[in-house]
């Protein structure tokens, strides 16, 4: 069965950085272009980025463009987020999603606080 587990997330200061990660399993996870999304409490799920199945492309929420990297590594079925400059309001659960599976993972909870 389709398996997503995000990790990574935590506690950082304003301006820090994290490095979220999520493991594929139950699908072929190399032709599937994969999503970051977010949700922040009383908040909809939103769109972070996306990658293309084999990374030769992405794409960017206006509101993390020049912070968040997003990269994958078919070898290892896993997608990554990088996240600089962390911003509070970058503070949500975030989750993976492969373009066309209807699941999701748990999330994982990243909290941007002084």
């Known amino acids: 069965q389709v398996q997503l587990v995000e990790s990574g997330g935590g506690l950082v200061q304003p301006g820090g950085s994290l490095r979220l990660s999520c493991a594929a399993s139950g699908f072929t996870f190399s032709t599937y272009a994969m999503s970051w999304y977010r949700q922040a409490p009383g908040k909809q799920r939103e769109l972070v980025a996306g990658i293309t199945s084999a990374g030769g492309s992405t794409n960017y929420a206006d509101s993390v463009k020049g912070r968040f990297t997003i990269s994958r590594d078919n070898a290892k079925n896993t997608v990554f987020l990088q996240m600089n400059s962390l911003k509070p309001e970058d503070t949500a659960v975030y989750y993976c999603?492969?373009?066309?599976?209807?699941?999701w993972g748990r999330g994982t909870q990243v909290t941007v606080s002084s």
């Open positions: 999603k492969a373009l066309g599976l209807n699941f």
